[in-house]
């Protein structure tokens, strides 16, 4: 909350009412986090080299949010595929855990998750529709490829970098006034080794990709299947 600040805001009148207290609060902020990881260019090329033999090995893919364009492997690699894709399990299981934590269980409960993952090419034009995901706790972006592009001016008048990843606000507006900020963007833009974690039922989309690099990414779901609750007189 806000600290109180104390303004005036009326003229003097003959009731002597100029000044108010006012404080502001947040109702139901929705938490997003954005994790760096360093030194990822050895992983990012062993999991680029990897999912491209998945598109080989299936090349029509799955039909999700995916638009043409867009090919969308399988939703078990985590499980499936050893190398660069344990080591980004782990990733996701890590942080996972850092997302529960900064949103109030304890640092030492134990969590046993369902980790769902896939991969995403994004070619020329490809993009993905706006899209939640349902039956899952957490959901994820893990960056593998995502070259730098300019931004282009939407229709809009935003300027939107190709393939930037895109949140809708669940709240509703009777009337959407972009001069009084009522109709809010919340925007990430690709990079390689950034993941990005937020509750799975908040809608989402990616803008589309363009040129001739594609964009790679690793969708994740975090689902939390047991637990251990930590008790205080544990650590006596």
Known sequence: MAKDKSCTIMKPNEFGV?????????????????????????????????????????????????????????TDLLNRLDGPFATLKQMWANAFMQYAISQGCHPKTKLGWDLRAWAMIYSDRGYATAHNHPQCHFAGVYYVRGAEQEAKVMATGDKVRPGTLEFVTPHQHDVWANWANLAPMCRVEPKEGKMVLFPSWLFHFVHPVVGQDDRIAVACNGLVKKFELFKEEETK
């Open 18 to 74: 100029t000044d108010i207290t006012a404080s502001q609060r947040f109702a139901f902020p929705i938490p997003l986090m954005e994790l760096q990881w360093e030194n990822t260019e050895e992983l990012n090329t062993a999991l680029e080299l990897e999912i491209y033999k998945e598109r080989v090995r299936d090349p029509v893919g799955v039909y999700r949010s995916n638009t043409s364009g867009t090919w969308h492997s399988d």
